[in-house]
């Protein structure tokens, strides 16, 4: 399998503050990334594919605008949750993709909570 | 619309085995995968099926049926540390994974 990275794992943030996770590819270039979102005890929601070097499509219902994403290189891709509220408190969680399976692999997942 | 259903919550004892069930509907399918979460943590790939039948893979073995949307996972001989949510996740396109809501098993003594 492959290997992903996120930083930081948790973080703890006041409201009004804007907070940057990271989600790396260690051991192969991905050109599209997954960023989702997991509230407790439910089910991972994707909120938006990232593509390097073009703009991220979100799913229905995320706001691009609050939840900015940047795929500048093919192992990194950051996503930038700005002007948190406690309701964005979530576990983020990056995937990638490999473009010869069908699989995808996990980052850890990053737990922010918002004050 | 897109639709995976799986229970909610499963209770079993240690040894004993169990068979979580995982429907779907969705607009395209690439095959059907099977996680594992434990809390807080990040969900551990277990099984995935394309081709129906049972895909047998160690103790994580999962079955598929295509045409009737229908996948499930059979757990033997639990242990305590299979206390986890268990989730269905369909590739309905290039690389989109659709995830059912999980089911969280929890094994007792």
């Known amino acids: 399998g492959a290997v992903v990275s996120q930083h930081p794992s948790r973080v703890i943030c006041k409201s009004g503050t804007s907070v940057k996770i990271e989600c790396r590819s260690l051991d192969f270039q991905a050109t599209t990334m997954f960023w989702y979102r997991q509230f407790p005890k439910k089910s991972l929601m994707l909120m938006a594919t990232?593509?390097?070097?073009?703009?991220?499509?979100?799913e229905q219902g995320v706001e691009k605008d609050k939840f900015l994403i940047n795929h500048a290189s093919l192992t990194l891709s950051t996503l930038t949750v700005t002007s948190a509220h406690p309701e964005d408190s979530s576990f983020y969680i990056c995937?990638?993709?490999?473009?010869?399976?069908?699989?995808?692999?996990f980052g850890p997942g990053t737990r922010l909570t918002v004050l | 619309g897109q639709n995976i259903d799986q229970p909610t919550e499963m209770t079993a004892t240690e040894g004993a085995i169990v068979q979580i069930n995982c429907t779907y509907q969705?607009?395209?399918?690439?095959?059907l995968f099977w996680y594992q979460q434990h809390a807080g943590e990040a969900p551990t790939f277990l099984s995935y099926n394309v081709l129906d039948g049972l895909e047998e893979k160690g103790r994580f073995s999962s079955f598929l049926s295509r045409s009737k949307g229908y996948s499930y996972l059979p757990l033997k001989e639990l242990q305590m540390k299979d206390s986890a949510s268990y989730l269905c996740a369909v590739s309905s396109g290039t690389y989109k994974y659709i995830f059912g809501t999980g089911t969280r098993l929890k094994v007792l003594a």
């Open positions: 995937t990638t993709v490999r473009s010869s399976y069908n699989e995808q692999f």
């Open positions: 990232s593509n390097e070097g073009s703009k991220a499509t979100y």
């Open positions: 969705t607009s395209g399918f690439n095959g």
